[in-house]
């Protein structure tokens, strides 16, 4: 561990300060003079027309300023989609207008019809509950499969079906895999739903709206993971905004998993009002209204097929998935079960033959986009979940199942077009099975037996595709944008530094983090270096947080320009030490001419590029300020081994998690300290999913799970101790730190890692289970036992 | 309206409020003080909470006009008197058990709670208390250990840095 604070010291967070002290700055604690305040009136059917929308009763009532329907914004933009994929017949997806207000039609439960802006909430509420909507309800579509069927009602009038897009992946690879399929000694087939979820960031949504007229600028104060996304998608494509005249401020952020990455309908609304009404307008999300207006996540519905020889070697998979987008198309939903899904089928297994079809469908549901994983997650729990079926009809080991079939040799080319970079799985198992203690379980298991519980024991391996990404690869599949960063390091007078950094941090401690990479390579004082993120006027520019990017792709920006700091400021100490700068070598802060002892401090330097008296002028700049914008020249492919061991009550179907471990390969680590938090927090979310958490529709469309008393969050009884370890590190070839990203692996690995440790626990009690749908309730679980 | 008056982390603080305000409404719009969260609407995430009269209470189910006369502690006034942080505060830093933050004024007012009913509490003990706390970021590893090493109990043996 470094004495110095700089990379691999597990320094305290300096942001936990103002968290600990209720001194955070959230959206919510964000009030302006005279601000209004709006609440959405929301559909409360999934389908139907609407007739008529009767505002004359909540006009005059006390504080009422302004009613909003879709008429006011028949002539703005609508919310756009950030990525077009192209179907296997060449043709690009079908892409429905997604209105601010509802127009004529309202397509899920939670859909905004009117806006009620008034002096205060309560006001606003009020008004809202005086207003009469006349909606026909029309037949929902819920389930994707009837979504598909020939005469299923359409979600969309203007489309000629509900089908998104039919992907296939790699198409030319159809052929091959079919043969190897029908060639192979052993098929092992499963079907499983990988269902949805609500990501459930603990701070609700919020949006604040405010407009200076006399120089007609806008700013949008909002929890956002990706402000200069946001200001992009609003500016350009709904309010017609340019950037200039629009700023975007995201400021501490409670929590994002994905689902504040996507412009919102509220976001656009409350800059629209606040330019129509010449005030600020604020909008708090309830809970409620998250379950019913936040981006959702998963709901896939999946067969896979896996091939293997006389050997038990892999030979060919084949997956069928359905994808539910929802009603509309939120910014990034159609690349998730495509190039975030297919691209990882392979996963840590060198199988030749891989062929993925995805079917995305609309339904009279809320959009469904990235979510702790994004289709990653997807991938792993087929790939695992049907190796350990398989393991099981063969009888064999599924340890030794997975290792005989692993990757060894990197570079790595999958059939599903990427190349893994770097790896060393074997190394992974071999710590996975040392921290999980495997030679201790038979002895755990004998013990529950003795009480009466069933006790399983789950493996599952996984790699992922993080640092999205290059902008000419992801442009060439159908972003809509390029994936780069930037950064900007200023460096002060007397020597400290501010770095304007696109990633946003709301949770993952950047903050203290990205001081340490540029600490460690000036060899000053982490106290010295502070980090600016979340605001479009203070940043050069930003592509945001999300798929465990933030490291990979903006701190190498910041590298880079740190790197383009210590050039200039060589310089400019090799012209105080007059010597030359090819000699001037930079250690401990300090700058001195190789091989003498001659030296100058860094702040000597930082105060001559602001003073510049004794001055190299004609050659350097004054000032010490540098940006860097980097594009990646891959993914990066964090993977790892986890294990897990239940125990299963079987009077009752209750599952308890009772051992987790997770050995993972990050490559190289800056904090070891917030990388554990952050494989601790994924895990909990994916023990979640596998046992506890299931956003459910009725056949009419109606949300079942619309609050924490239905939706079942993770407490902390629901969870053990988790033992992490990420000591295996092969360093990322193609990114200046070596780093792959961790944000979003425990969420990956655990589910199929809990649900084939369920799966072993029920076997061992004589119950011939070969699989269950998530989420492990005791029902679903005491059924299974019932045969 | 009606006036309400209560002392709030040892300072006396009024206000108008109509009958339908709850306190964590109060505490924040009426006397600015936004470290209480609300982070759901039925009772059930705990960022909310704050000691009145020495009792964990969600501020979001009790009425404003209900803590008329009461000794409300919130996240606030945790910390110690030279400003730095308090034990169970420091616990939380040391132990990362925080990453967004917005569940973590609840969760310290829940631990503070706890730990004067139960000054050595087990991990079973204090993963019971916390059902009415929601974290979504920390899986509740660091959580649990933080508020154990505030308790002066040995962490060492607990898996990771």
Redesign the interface.
Known sequence: MPADGGIGAPTPRREDVRFLTGSGNYTDDINLNGQAYVHFLRSDVAHGTINNVDTSSADGMPGVLRIFTGADFAEVGGIPCGWQVTDKHGEPMQEPAHPVLAQGKVRHVGDPIVAVVAETYEQARDAAEAIEVDIDELPAVIDMKAALADGATKVHDDLSSNLCYDWGFVEDNKGAVDEAIANAAHVTTLELVNQRLVANPMEPRVAVGDYHRANDESTLYTTSQNPHVIRLLMGAFVLGIPEHKLRVVAPDVGGGFGSKIYHYAEEAFCTFAARAMNRPVKWTSSRSEAFISDAQGRDHVTKIDLALDADNNFTAIRTETYANMGAYLSTFAPCVPTYLHGTLMAGNYKTPNIYVNVKAVFTNTVPVDAYRGAGRPEATYQIERVIDKAARELGVDPIALRRQNFITEFPYATPVAVEYDTGDYVATMDKLEEIADVAGFAARRAESEARGKLRGFGVNCYIEACGIAPSALVGALGARAGLYDAATVRVNATGSISVMVGAHSHGQGHETSFPQVVAEMLGIDPAMVDIVHGDTSKIPFGMGTYGSRSLAVCGSAMVRATEKIIAKAKKIAAHLLEASDADIELKDGQFSVAGTDKSVAWGDVTLAAYVPHNYPIEDVEPGLEETAFYDPANFTYPSGAYACEVEVDPETGKVTIERFAAADDFGNIINPMIVDGQVHGGLGQGIGQALLENCAYDDNGQLLTGSYMDYAMPRADDVPFYAVDHSCQTPCTHNPLGVKGCGEAGAIGSPPTVVNAVVDALQSGGHNVTHIDMPLSPSRVWQAMQG | MSQVSMTVNGKSASGEV?G?TLLVEFL?ENLG??????????G??G?CVVHVDGKAVKSCNMFAAEAEGAEVT???G??NDDGS?GTI?QA???H?G????????GM?MSAAALLSENPNPS??E???Y??G?????????????AIMAAAGQDVSH????
């Open positions: 109509e339908r924040r003080l936004t470290g209480t969260h609300v982070g759901c609407d039925t059930q995430c960022a919130t996240v606030e945790m910390a942080l505060q939380f830093q040391d990362h925080l990453q967004c933050g917005f569940c973590t004024p310290v991990e079973a204090i993963r019971d916390l059902e706390n929601i974290c979504r970021c920390t899986g509740y590893h660091n959580i649990v250990k607990i898996a990771a840095e």
